[in-house]
């Protein structure tokens, strides 16, 4: 109660007040849960608002697994959930690529973007920064309450009657331009868009006060090169959003257009139900190049934090200074570079010029070499490290496989001559889900696993958490590694149905074996979703510094207060990777420890 | 029966919650864990790592023993081949990657576990490292893209036989029509506005070039050893044209025309006797969503002797002649719907 009532003074500006006054300034419901300013209750709200998003987009993507395994058969439960787009249980075409549409959506968007970024950018700038709060609390609040909107849209256009956006996740006109293309393309993508130029909004506010935040609000001795690496990656992928989420809602603004104000920047010459549409001269091809010009970032969007989180955790469970400090930073800002000048390698076979083609081969084979220097940097933080597996540690050992596995089939599919005969089909499925959703996801859990009891104040149960690891990533690998055959059998993605090519007969055990993973997977996150609700209400009470580690975020107090330190802001003096370090009494010094004569700043 | 459901979970999440507890606090009484992470944890997980690693690699392997059988077989077209071996190429490189480091992450993750009393080695950088692990990628993906963008290049060059199959497909929610470009050698124009039921493919009656061009639906045929250049149109929405066996795939963009090129090497029954497969046939199939039955688009390619290629084409009817448009055979390509 002390140092509660002192820090809300402190947080107030007036510290002489007798603490018995504390009461009279308690928060109310609404302003401590819901309207909350404090970066910590926001980052909260992100990830509540993710895992309820994950929750739903892993089960749709069961209901088409199911109909993947056994095409056409009657499964109550689809019914049960779907109602009229699965009469007698079988599900409905339309409504599958619905499915896929949607999954994909809330995964990249909702799930690793809003829920990775926004949860721990939230959570860790102003901590790891020690600063009191967010720049702007108030564009803070306003950044959830975008997002969260935007989820509500979203959700809700799942319930509409031509049902919800069924265009794939990337919505390519004229296809979700036209509703006579197929139904989802009716009021279910009006929605889509609503809630996505809703979700660009609340991503920029969020960006732009990281970015503030981390520029101006490190504590004293806080200089750029000894923030730790999640800053890093949470700064560059903030710059990554700021200057590429314009662009997709410039794209989704013309489409907008497109559908209802009869523009034609995205549609020409086209005949559908029986009659020619007026719109000449736009081009489906432009839509591309500008989606793709935010999707690229987008997918280091969804990496560099996973790898920032992944950083810290390695180092810390490791008990060792990450390997190239340096270096990792320089991999960041070139991966951060290099993901603007690559879009093209989605569009080799629209017909774009083979020369332009010839450019993004080149530099997206280059982003290569920076990502190879991540993982062999990870690897060599190991060696020779006293690695405690937490479950957090677990699943950040867990990435770097992911990010290397799905990482070296990306070298085929940028090779545009390789590309002719695997775009678009489930080769490209297996590669982007290992090394972007696998990858970010293990990214989040391992920061959920870690800094739980930063967020909650108490620890997660490390048995449940073995078991939903070690279930999860060979269920992972179970779903997704299989998938690279098919594909190389040359199946294409977002097929309600192969049983009208003889050519693919025999893919029905693969399919087969990929559903049973992909179930067992769900099941495993059951265990996770049980071990994250009890443990934030009756898990054991967290000590301050549970994992002993540097950084600052552990020199605050576990209860949370407005304001993060009840005193004085910390002062910072070394790195945050002083682990192990010859000489020193324990096997990691806090950066608060004043550098001694005898040692050199890293 | 939903009832049942809701009661048996809630049910089963309380005895969950129960057996937790109990749990935390026999753990509690026994003293709690001094660590975070307890020695019996470490020596476990670690164990695991290995375990995961042979699990991971055997899956692996067998996958390939597996799965190998449902590759698509060896390329059917000249510049199909060079695609392959590229392919070979590159695999081999990612394969060795993936596996080495695979290995040696889960080994050092494995080995370096927590033991009490010690201390982990402070290595914090290296420059030679790290210049080696920059520099040798750097390297492989210059040969890389070397060698792959001289395949591009070549596949991408302009048609150089003189005499090739002019060839259009045209896609429309959801079917494919194939248009020969005729005698004459040359397509008839085409404006989108002039679709008519008897018209599919918008050809300008006006236009001289138009009376000679064969329409096909259902399949088409392409005579082996020559060149076809073909051209790609789209009605309604983007679509792409992917014939898998020749390693050619180009997207259909409403508004714009686009082009590949390739030279059929081996014919259907050549491929049939090789596959020892009697009902196999060459398939053009939509590879980019494009709404309800995506997944039924789908036209067969039937690859044959110039002189059996020849002696087809003149029993197919050409636009101009009587009773035009074309000969259109049935409708092979209606999609299998699930039986509701």
């Not at chain 1, 991503?203 to 503030?212: E, M």
């Not at chain 1, 449940?464 to 990533?473: A, E, I, K, Q």
């Not at chain 1, 549970?546 to 790195?575: K, S």
């Amino acid at each position: 109660m002390e140092t509660h009532a002192h820090a809300h003074d402190h947080a107030h500006g007036h510290a002489d007040h007798h603490h018995d006054d504390h009461h009279a300034h308690e928060q109310s419901f609404w302003s401590k849960y819901i309207f909350s300013t404090d970066h910590k209750m926001i980052a909260k709200q992100f990830l509540l608002t993710a895992v309820f998003m994950g929750v739903l987009a892993m089960m749709l993507s069961i209901f088409f697994r199911l109909q993947l395994a056994w095409p056409g058969k009657s499964f109550p439960i689809l019914e049960t959930f779907l109602g009229k787009w699965a009469p007698n249980g079988v599900l409905d075409s339309n409504m599958y690529l619905a499915l896929v549409t949607i999954h994909g959506t809330i995964m990249v968007f909702f799930v690793l973007t809003g829920g990775l970024s926004g949860t721990f950018s939230n959570l860790l700038i102003p901590l790891q920064l020690g600063a009191r709060d967010m720049a702007s609390g108030f564009l803070n609040m306003l950044s959830f309450w975008f997002f969260f909107t935007s989820s509500i849209i979203m959700f809700y256009s799942m319930f509409v009657e031509t049902g919800p956006a069924s265009s794939g996740w990337t919505v390519y006109p004229p296809l979700s331009a036209l509703p006579d293309a197929i139904p989802g393309s009716g009021l279910g993508m009006t929605l889509w868009l609503v809630s996505m130029a809703l979700f660009i909004v609340g991503s920029l506010l969020g960006s732009l006060n990281y970015i503030v935040t981390v520029i101006n609000l490190r504590t004293k001795g806080m200089t750029m090169t000894r923030m730790p690496l999640t800053i890093w990656a949470f700064l560059v992928t903030a710059i990554l959003g700021v200057l590429s989420f314009p662009v997709l809602f410039g794209a989704v603004l013309l489409l907008i257009f497109d559908r209802s104000f009869g523009t034609s920047f995205y549609l020409s010459d086209i005949f559908i139900s029986g009659q020619a549409l007026e719109q000449t001269g736009g081009s489906p091809i432009l839509y591309q190049h500008l989606f793709w010009f935010l999707g690229h970032p987008e997918v280091y969007i969804v990496l560099l934090p996973a790898l920032g989180i992944t950083s810290e955790v390695i180092a810390t469970m490791s008990r060792k200074p990450i390997f190239g400090y340096r270096a990792m930073i320089a991999s960041i800002l070139a991966i951060g570079f290099l993901s603007f000048i690559v879009w093209g390698h989605h569009m080799f076979i629209t017909g774009m010029n083979p020369f332009l083609g010839s450019v993004f081969v080149f530099t997206t084979l280059l982003i290569a070499i920076p990502s190879a220097v991540k993982a062999f940097n990870y690897i060599t933080t190991l060696w020779k490290g006293n690695i405690s597996y937490s479950p957090a540690m677990l699943f950040a050992i867990g990435l770097v496989s992911t990010f290397v596995t799905g990482g070296v089939t990306g070298i085929i599919l940028a090779d545009s001559a390789l590309d002719i005969n695997v775009h678009d089909t489930y080769f490209v499925v297996a590669h982007f889900h290992i090394v972007m959703g696998a990858s970010a996801i293990f990214g989040m859990f391992c920061g959920v696993y870690h800094w739980f009891p930063k967020l909650f104040g108490r620890m997660m149960n490390n048995k449940l958490g073995y078991v939903h690891f070690w279930s999860t990533f060979i269920g992972v690998f179970g779903v997704f590694f299989p998938m690279h055959f098919i594909g190389m059998a040359g199946a294409p993605r977002r097929y309600y149905s192969y049983e009208n090519f003889e050519m693919f007969s025999n893919l029905q055990d693969i399919n087969l074996v990929v559903t049973g993973f992909a179930i067992f997977s769900a099941i495993a996150q059951v265990v996770f979703l049980f071990n994250f609700f009890y443990s934030m209400f009756r898990g054991r009470k967290a000590t301050q510094n549970p994992w002993n580690a540097n950084t600052l975020e552990w020199t605050t107090p576990v209860e949370h207060l407005h304001g993060n330190w009840p005193g004085a802001l910390p002062v910072v003096h070394r790195w945050p990777y002083d682990y192990s370090k010859p000489g020193k009494e324990n096997d990691f010094v806090p950066q608060t420890v004043p550098l001694t004569s005898d040692e050199e700043d890293h | 029966m939903m009832y049942l459901v809701i009661g048996v979970t809630l049910l089963a999440i309380r005895a969950f919650t129960q057996l937790a507890t109990v749990m935390q606090l026999s753990n509690a009484l026994k003293g709690g864990e001094q660590e975070e992470v307890s020695d019996k944890d470490n020596r476990l997980n670690s164990k695991l790592m290995m375990a995961f690693l042979i699990f991971f690699m055997g899956f692996f392997v067998w996958q390939i023993m597996e799965y190998s059988e449902v590759i698509l077989p060896e390329a059917a077209s000249a510049h199909g081949k060079d695609i392959d071996t590229l392919w070979d190429f590159n695999m081999a490189i990612i394969v060795l990657v993936f596996v080495l480091v695979n290995c040696v992450l889960f080994y050092f993750a494995s080995k370096y576990r927590n033991r009490p009393g010690t201390r982990a080695t402070f290595f914090a950088h290296n420059n030679k490292l790290e210049m080696v692990w920059t520099i040798i990628p750097a390297i492989v993906l210059s040969v890389i893209i070397i060698y792959g963008l001289q395949t591009w290049n070549h596949i991408t060059a302009p048609v150089t036989e003189k005499d090739p199959v002019k060839i259009e497909l045209y896609a429309k929610q959801f079917d494919w029509t194939a248009r020969y470009a005729g005698k004459d050698g040359a397509f008839g124009k085409t404006d989108y506005r002039l679709i008519t039921d008897i018209n599919p493919l918008a050809l300008d009656t006006t236009d001289g070039n138009s009376n000679d061009d064969v329409i096909t639906k259902g399949e088409f045929h392409l005579p082996v050893g020559r060149e076809a250049s073909f051209e790609f149109r789209s009605r309604d929405v983007i679509h792409s044209a992917y014939m898998p066996h020749f390693r050619a795939q180009m997207n259909c963009v409403p508004g714009m025309k686009t082009y590949f090129h390739f030279k059929p090497t081996i014919t259907t029954a050549e491929m049939r006797k090789k596959l020892n497969k009697e009902t196999f046939d060459y398939v053009l199939l939509c590879n980019k969503i494009c709404g309800q039955t995506h997944f039924g688009m789908k036209m067969v390619i039937v690859v044959e002797s110039e002189a059996d290629y020849q002696k087809w084409l003149a029993t197919q009817k050409t636009f101009g002649a009587k009773d035009a448009p074309a000969a259109a055979p049935a409708d092979t390509t209606k999609p299998k719907m699930a039986v509701n």
